[in-house]
């Protein structure tokens, strides 16, 4: 049999262990009852609800975002259709693309005057015309190069340096007239692609010969022309009807001595 003296050993501890798990489980309930535990708790909480309310947030703003970007994507889709179809039927004044670009059509009395142009848009066409193979990387060029001359000015005058008929057209519409802004001249004989351009311009515009004087892409004629418009005082009217608002100004330049003579 276990000793007496083991026996209170034994009873002492029993008794430790005890009062030690009550004072433990007393103060676990204090502390869950004081106003620090339960001020950090609520703030947990408070925290832990404001990050779900934030990801909820964020995952509407995507759907919203997402759902805008498709919709506007179909909206763009239709419009492109709508456009190539009216081209297709030749309804909005618009013909058969030619080379990559379209023919404008404008109304001249109750007769349709078709009005040959070249785009301003760059870009690389998949094809140049359905059924046909897509153009060369030259051709790419040349058609980059044309997008970005015609972006220089309004008016652009395709011009060689020794080709009278040019000089003439260059003499009325940078010489007798003040353009604001100034014409754009390209001499084709001097640049690098002049070639590949006029014959660009030839397919687009239906000129094959130089000055070609162009008016936002589309072609008004060549010296001929211009010399007609000059000496019967359409110019101007001409120059602002096509131009619209991009020319900011158009008038015949004064000479001297007609500003003397007024003087006096």
Do not use: W
């Amino acid at each position: 049999m276990p000793s007496q003296r083991r026996m209170r050993v034994f009873g002492l501890l029993v008794v430790l262990t005890v009062v030690i798990t009550l004072y433990m489980t007393r103060s676990a309930r204090q502390t869950r009852n004081s106003d620090f535990y339960l001020r950090t708790q609520e703030a947990l909480q408070s925290r832990e609800y404001q990050e779900a309310a934030k990801q909820r947030d964020e995952a509407d703003v995507h759907s919203r975002l997402k759902a805008a970007e498709e919709a506007a994507k179909k909206s763009a889709d239709e419009k492109g259709q709508k456009f190539f179809d009216s081209v297709g039927s030749g309804g909005s004044g618009v013909e058969k693309p030619i080379g990559g670009r379209y023919l404008m059509k404008e109304q001249d009395g109750d007769e349709k005057k078709v009005v040959q142009g070249v785009a301003t848009v760059g870009g690389r066409p998949r094809d140049k015309v359905a059924n046909k193979e897509p153009e060369s990387d030259e051709d790419h060029e040349v058609e980059v190069e044309l997008n970005a001359i015609l972006k220089k000015s309004p008016i652009i005058i395709f011009s060689k340096t020794y080709c009278p008929h040019s000089k003439k057209a260059k003499h009325i519409l940078l010489d007798k007239y003040r353009i604001v802004p100034a014409p754009y001249v390209v001499e084709l004989d001097e640049h690098p692609l002049g070639l590949k351009l006029q014959e660009k311009l030839a397919d687009s515009t239906g000129r094959k010969t130089v000055p070609n004087i162009l008016i936002l892409g589309r072609s008004i004629g060549g010296g001929d022309q211009i010399q007609e418009l000059d000496e019967t005082d359409k110019l101007i009217d001409t120059v602002k009807s096509m131009a619209s608002a991009r020319v900011i100004e158009a008038e015949r330049r004064r000479i001297q001595s007609e500003m003397r003579r007024r003087r006096v």
